[in-house]
T-cell receptor
């Protein structure tokens, strides 16, 4: 199973951009990169996904390295409501459909 | 659409008791899965299914049984609960096939085993 590596925690000031890194050096050619976040006392929710190109949606941007061995989730202006655990996972394209979550990055947003 | 619905939201069991956590989805998703999340930890995959009649083990399957008789439902059974199974359980689903197949999660079921 392809694994991802993320920092355990990060801090950001409110209204400033946040860059959350993820390493996935064993990614396969057709694996999608997914990001989810988990707000306190809630289930995880989808944030963004990508395959090769950078992606933008209303919640965030995803920057994918050219060799696809790393990616960065970008929150353009962090708010207190963005304080959560952010998970980067790989959508296993080998057919086994195992979505393996690591421990994620706990983002703390300072007012 | 209700999405992914988990019941019960809270449950307290005594060691050795059995129970079933229910998960239902109304999105016609072929893939369904169960995760557990211990305090301060990430999610660990218990079992998953890519369609009715098909189930497979995840990272931590011991002590849990599953079956998938319909597309909509994927119950998780604890045959003899142990304190080590105290956790929050999340069910998730997604379509199967080409594409990103992002997961939709339920709100969780908090289980305490005394």
């Amino acid at each position: 199973d392809a694994k991802t590596t993320q920092p355990n925690s990060m801090e950001s000031n409110e209204e400033e951009p946040v860059h959350l890194p993820c390493n996935h050096s064993t990614i396969s050619g057709t694996d999608y990169i997914h990001w989810y976040r988990q707000l306190p006392s809630q289930g995880p929710e989808y944030v963004i996904h990508g395959l090769t190109s950078n992606v933008n949606n209303r919640m965030a941007s995803l920057a994918i390295a050219e060799d696809r061995k790393s990616s960065t989730l970008i929150l353009h202006r962090a708010t207190l409501r963005d304080a959560a655990v952010y998970y980067c996972i790989l959508r296993d394209s080998s057919g086994t459909y195992k979505y393996i979550f690591g421990t994620g990055t706990r983002l703390k947003v300072l007012a | 659409n209700a999405g992914v619905t988990q019941t019960p939201k809270f449950q307290v069991l005594k060691t050795g008791q059995s129970m079933t956590l229910q998960c239902a989805q109304d999105m016609n998703h072929e893939y369904m899965s169960w995760y557990r999340q211990d305090p301060g930890m990430g999610l660990r995959l218990i079992h998953y299914s890519v369609g009715a009649g098909i189930t497979d083990q995840g990272e931590v399957p011991n002590g849990y049984n599953v079956s998938r008789s319909t597309t909509e439902d994927f119950p998780l059974r604890l045959l003899s609960a142990a304190p080590s199974q105290t956790s929050v359980y999340f069910c998730a689903s997604t379509p199967v096939g080409h594409g990103a197949n992002v997961l939709t999660f339920g709100a969780g079921s908090r289980l305490t085993v005394l």
